[in-house]
């Protein structure tokens, strides 16, 4: 199986910068696609950017230009580059890994999430 561990979340003003970070451990071999969401209070989780093993990325509209994501393969680790963040971009921002081996039919992990508090 995977396990992944985020950190970097934290308080921040607007127009503030952060840099989340996730380090996957267990079957990182395995590992494709890399992914960060948000989950925003009383709000669906929904996905920010992602990355594959190549590091092909894809990032929602509204983070395109302020947000980069960006992968180590070699320290299997994925970060969140957050530049220009707004106070709607406040959230518990999850790290997802999905693996090309299932594991009791499981190929897809979470990890525990990081709140990023922006103020106005």
């Known amino acids: 199986q995977v396990q992944l561990v985020e950190s970097g979340g934290g308080l921040v003003q607007a127009g503030g910068s952060l840099r989340l970070s996730c380090a996957a451990s267990?079957?990182?071999?395995?590992?494709?696609?890399m992914a960060w969401y948000s989950q925003a209070p009383g709000k669906q989780r929904e996905l920010v950017a992602d990355?594959?093993?190549?590091?092909?990325?894809n990032y929602a509209d509204s983070v395109k230009g302020r947000f980069t994501i960006s992968r180590d393969n070699a320290k299997n680790t994925v970060y969140l580059q957050m530049n220009s963040l707004k106070p709607e971009s406040r959230a518990v921002y999850y790290c997802?890994?999905?693996?090309?081996?299932?594991?009791?039919?499981?190929?897809?992990?979470w990890g525990q999430g990081t709140q990023v508090t922006v103020s106005s």
């Open positions: 267990g079957i990182t071999s395995a590992i494709n696609v």
């Open positions: 997802k890994a999905a693996s090309r081996v299932r594991v009791a039919g499981k190929y897809l992990y």
């Open positions: 990355i594959t093993g190549g590091g092909s990325t």
